[in-house]
């Protein structure tokens, strides 16, 4: 049985159409590998978020607080195999590693598709969306299409000899890592979200009505949510706490299609008074109140002192609780509005924990991390607030760290081929040089017998 099935696989090997299925299904699995790793490595923080509910709704809790690690970890091991598996480098290694991969992601996808524990996968970042069924689907294609190459993928040779696959590697490894850390301490550098520089924001979110909300309530110092139809007695010791926008119907990818952004002040819709076309402002987003830390308060306070210079209003906007808003005022002595937002519109805006968005009269001029932003610039400076964030530009950042990588591997690729070039060409000279000595041998040896007779 193996015998034959051996000698089969020699047969599908050196059949000439299956080098051009190896090389179209090096291009597929690895092209799928270096897409879905780089729309990631461009924005880390997005898997940050989409790793935190991975881990919520399954209960791996000992896995909490490293969102972070997997969020650079795995984007820059898709970019890593996906190169490898695209110039055929590693051909067993890297094919070994990419099915070890899907060996998890298989069973996890096949799940997610089961149970809908998380709506959306987010295996092409903010990109690409798919439903949960189509990811497994994908990933079945990709288990076989490996499964494929790794019978067959010697019969295609690799772009680089085995002397600098590692460099490969190596500059691929730090081609991601290096995306993936100044999208996530700037700005994503690839911004596939709706609220993109140069659009409007505040367009308000249809499907859900303005008094759709979710009230919270507090009991023994303990809280809980409760609908308008199952609001408790406060005569049963229930202290209201606040209120905020109920969106429990919508997954991630319809609320970026919706486009909205809402703006509260204790429960009222203020929107368009905050978001005014005829000023400007710079909204300050904290998405995740708690961990926010307060030394940035003694910036904000000198922030919004600036803007108020400049005929401009900062304000916070964030997703905490009334209680919580209030003890940052009291802590912080905070002089600038703080309002409340939907968690996921607020990252959905802006990444970063607070991240900086700089709108000029309902258009958003300039988005960055607030502990990326120079601000002694606009205090000490004088810069005005549209050109506070000048010093960083997503696309020539981009451009400066995967031209640099561009321009390494075809240099890599030509020293490479300079060898087999060059000693064939040796091996040329020689070839003639022994022909031409054996040549002169022979006639030497014929003209001595011509005068030995």
């Known amino acids: 049985m193996l015998e034959r099935f051996s000698r089969l696989n020699e047969r599908i090997s050196n059949n000439p159409v299956n080098k051009v299925i190896v090389f179209l299904l090096r291009i597929l699995v690895g092209g799928t590998f270096i897409f879905s790793g780089f729309v990631k490595c461009v924005d880390p923080m997005g898997s940050v978020y989409k790793f935190h509910d991975y881990i919520a709704a399954l209960g791996l809790h000992n896995l909490a607080g490293s969102e972070v690690v997997l969020a650079f970890a795995i984007p820059v091991l898709e970019l890593v195999l996906g190169v490898m598996i695209l110039t055929g480098c590693l051909r067993y290694g890297s094919l070994f590693a990419a099915m070890g991969f899907m060996g998890v992601m298989l069973p996890l996808t096949y799940f997610l598709a089961?149970?809908?524990?998380?709506?959306?996968?987010?295996?092409?970042?903010?990109?690409?969306?798919?439903?949960?069924?189509?990811?497994?689907?994908?990933?079945?294609?990709?288990?076989?299409?490996?499964?494929?190459?790794?019978?067959?993928?010697?019969?295609?040779?690799?772009?680089?000899?085995?002397?600098i696959q590692w460099l490969v590697m190596l500059l691929t490894f730090v081609l991601g890592l290096s995306i993936a850390y100044m999208s996530y301490s700037t700005q994503p550098l690839l911004d596939f979200r709706p609220f993109k520089v140069g659009s409007k924001i505040g367009s308000p979110l249809s499907p859900i009505s303005e008094n759709d909300f979710v009230y919270i309530y507090e009991k023994d110092g303990v809280q809980h949510e409760f609908n308008i139809d199952s609001i408790p007695d406060e005569e049963d010791g229930w202290e209201f706490i606040d209120r905020k926008k109920m969106t429990p119907d919508l997954s991630p990818a319809q609320k970026a299609e919706l486009a909205s952004f809402s703006i509260y002040d204790e429960g009222a819709d203020v929107t368009e008074e905050v978001i005014d076309t005829t000023s400007n402002q710079l909204l300050v987003l904290m998405p995740d109140f708690q961990r926010v830390n307060k030394a940035y308060a003694f910036v904000l306070n000198d922030l919004a002192k600036a803007c108020g210079e400049r005929d401009a209003q900062l304000c916070v906007i964030t997703s905490a609780l009334h209680n919580e808003i209030e003890q940052w005022r009291d802590l912080t002595s905070a002089e600038y509005p703080i309002y409340g937002g939907d968690d996921s519109e607020i990252k959905m805006l802006a990444r970063g924990n607070p991240a900086v968005v700089y709108v000029e009269h309902g258009i958003i001029s300039w988005k960055r991390t607030l502990s990326s932003l120079k601000s002694d610039k606009l205090l000490k400076d004088n810069v005005p607030l549209a050109h506070l964030s000048d010093d960083f530009s997503p696309m020539k950042t981009l451009w400066a760290l995967v031209t640099p990588y561009l321009l390494l591997m075809i240099a890599l690729l030509f020293l490479n081929r300079i060898y087999p070039v060059v000693s064939f060409i040796v091996k040329k000279i020689r070839r003639r040089n022994n022909d031409n000595t054996d040549s002169d041998n022979l006639e030497s040896l014929e003209n001595l017998e011509e005068n030995e007779q």
């Open 114 to 163: 089961k149970t809908n524990a998380v709506p959306d996968c987010g295996c092409f970042g903010e990109a690409v969306k798919l439903t949960n069924w189509q990811t497994f689907w994908k990933n079945v294609a990709l288990t076989i299409a490996i499964l494929y190459l790794l019978f067959h993928n010697k019969s295609v040779p690799s772009l680089y000899g085995p002397a």
